[in-house]
């Protein structure tokens, strides 16, 4: 099945109005089982890359997932990366900064997990919690130690923006690939998982009161990431907004975004120069050789049997 994800990627200079983005399409399956082929259809296609990926090593990939609560963005890093290997793949994720943190600038905790070459570094919340989380609750910034005065009105966003988009571009100058995705799903279907989490004992624990908390801010969120998506989505570094009411639909799409940027890099496995074909040749010439010697029987095996001896004395 091909599937399209071209309408879900926030364009340069596009000012995004989240009212227009739908938080559920018609699905891409017609049952669960179809689903799930078509997940693990794509799972195996990643598998595939990340192995090209990891022995290139000229190339990384970053996925930066950023959402409000309960949209799903665990349940999207498990199923989607569930056939990559973890030899190739680190996932941090970004919870309160500590005091060490708060003494540097607002990049220098990110900046210590991007992947290295060969690698795909995931994200779970990110840099951007700095023009979100921090927008909506602005006396987080007296925290952070900033030189005084602060910028007055919007300028110290669009100055956080501006560092954004020059670190993403620095990034992918030196190979390193960068993919968003705002996992958008509605304020209703919130209001529903969050309830799911607190009528299941076993989900009990994903529930925290703040969570609450902060859905009384659900318009001014929304005002941020409109905000961010327009200032910071580059070609270099796409934003996607994917609509993430059907967990199902949503796993789909962010794995076949992940494919169709892993497709991009036009990865191969790298060629041996003339020196390596020669220390090749030589191996195989080698262990040819080897394959043509008698085979020595194993210590004690070599003794001639006296026809008609008993085995005990």
């Known amino acids: 099945m091909k599937i399209n994800v071209d309408a879900f990627r926030v364009r340069e200079g596009v000012k995004v109005r989240l009212p227009r983005w739908k938080t559920r399409i018609t699905p891409l399956y ?12 794509q799972v195996n296609i990643t598998s595939k890359l990340q192995n090209v990926l990891y022995a290139a090593n000229r190339h990384a990939l970053l996925l930066v997932f950023q959402a409000m609560d ?16 973890p030899a190739g793949c680190e996932v ?15 990049l220098w905790r990110t900046t210590r997990s991007l992947p290295r070459r060969g690698q795909i570094g995931i994200f779970n919340r990110s ?6 989380v921090v927008r909506v609750h602005p006396e987080l910034l007296l925290k952070q130690k900033l030189p005084m005065p602060l910028p007055s009105g919007k300028r110290i966003w669009e100055q956080r923006y501006e560092s954004i988009r020059n670190f993403e571009a620095h990034a992918a ?25 607190i009528e299941r004992p076993e ?23 409109e905000n961010c998506l327009s200032a ?28 169709q940027t892993l497709e991009s890099m036009k990865l191969s496995y790298p060629a041996p120069g003339p020196e390596h074909l020669a220390e090749l040749e030589q191996a195989r010439r080698q262990l040819e050789e080897e394959g043509l010697q008698p085979v020595v029987s194993g210590r004690g095996s070599g003794k001639a049997k006296v026809p008609g001896a008993s085995k005990r004395r």
């Open 30 to 41: 017609r049952s669960e089982s179809e689903a799930g082929a078509l997940l693990a259809e």
């Open 70 to 85: 309960a949209a799903g963005k665990d349940g999207v890093i498990k199923h989607v990366m569930s056939g990559v290997n």
């Open 173 to 197: 100058r030196n190979g390193t690939h960068v993919v968003k995705f705002f996992l958008h799903v509605s304020k209703e279907e919130q209001r529903r998982r969050f309830l799911d989490r």
């Open 92 to 106: 941090t994720s970004f919870k309160q900064p500590s005091q060490d943190e708060l003494d540097h600038d607002f």
């Open 127 to 132: 840099y951007y919690e700095e023009v979100l």
């Open 203 to 225: 989900k009990n624990w994903k529930f925290d009161h703040g969570d609450i908390a902060e859905r009384a801010h659900w318009d001014a969120y929304m005002t941020a990431y």
């Open 232 to 259: 910071t989505s580059t070609e270099d570094a796409p934003w996607y907004v994917i609509p993430a009411d059907d967990k199902r639909t949503a796993r789909i799409l962010v794995s076949r975004v992940v494919n």
